[in-house]
């Protein structure tokens, strides 16, 4: 079966003035046109190629792949606007399409939208949804407490930033919890942190607790080794000049800076902490 939307691995049929046919193990063909035609091939070779259809509304094989497929979520530039809704370049020759009614905002030229890519039932195209959080759902969940999960920032609120959870679920990541600056659109890992009532997400960036030691740790030595083995923060430093250099908080600062200590990888003086 050749599958709309989705990387298909195919083989070479034959050749025509268009290009040439793949075919599936089904035997189901698909018109590879001449622009992505190698320029050294046999029959029978395999090729990896998207499939989607044209503006014919023909089902069409490239050997370019999208920044999105279908059932991703990716941030996408509006190119135009029409009375029908907005298309987005998503890397190929035919732009995709996001309705009106698919909109949460009314989209703009040279806008920058995180959509959802799905298949219109009525149509069978492929079309683009800026509601992405009807696409999600946490009535069953498929991750639990302190699960590593990858996380599509999503939009902000204000307590936090949304971020959409293994393209599943929705979570939320505390103002108090953001040590680094995030965009809509930003693909990052994260921790569930923890599961409230309502299956509700919440979400940190890195480990927690003393799993977080690590990868803190590594950070400041970074610094220290960067700044002449020296740098200029103690346990009495402003949470926010930690923030700013570390971007991580006091809290996580202290337990990375004692792990150091112990290992006795550092110095710590009245003066701030030193590279051994």
Known sequence: MINIGQV??????????????????ENNEVLLPNRYV????????????????????????TTDMPYIKLGEFALLRCSQVNDFG????????????????????????KGWYLVHCYM??????????????????NKDLTVKQFDEVDLIVSHPS???????????????????????????????KGIVKKIRPGNK?????????????EPNAERILKELEDNGGYLDLTDKSNPED???????????FKKAVGALYKDKKIEIKPDGIYLV
Not at 125 to 135: E, G, H, P, Y
Not at 242 to 252: A, G, H, R
């Open 8 to 25: 298909n691995t195919l083989e070479i049929l034959r050749e025509t003035d268009h290009g040439v046919y793949l075919v599936d193990e």
């Open 120 to 137: 219109d039932e009525k149509t069978e195209r492929l079309v683009a949804s800026s509601k992405t959080n009807r696409f999600l759902s």
């Open 86 to 109: 907005a298309f987005l370049d998503w890397g190929l020759v035919k732009e995709l399409f996001c309705p009106f009614k698919e909109q949460a905002f009314k989209m703009k030229p």
């Open 38 to 61: 190698p320029e050294t091939f046999k029959i029978w070779d395999k090729l990896d190629v998207f499939v989607y259809l044209d503006n014919e509304e023909r089902a069409v094989a």
């Open 158 to 188: 204000e307590i936090g930033m949304n971020v959409i959870v293994n393209k599943k679920h929705t979570g939320l990541i505390y103002n108090d919890q953001i040590f680094t600056e995030l965009s809509v659109g930003d693909k990052l």
């Open 242 to 252: 930690i923030k700013d250099l570390l971007q991580m908080s006091k809290k996580n």
């Open 201 to 213: 997400l919440d979400i940190a960036l890195g480990q927690i607790g003393y799993r977080n030691i």
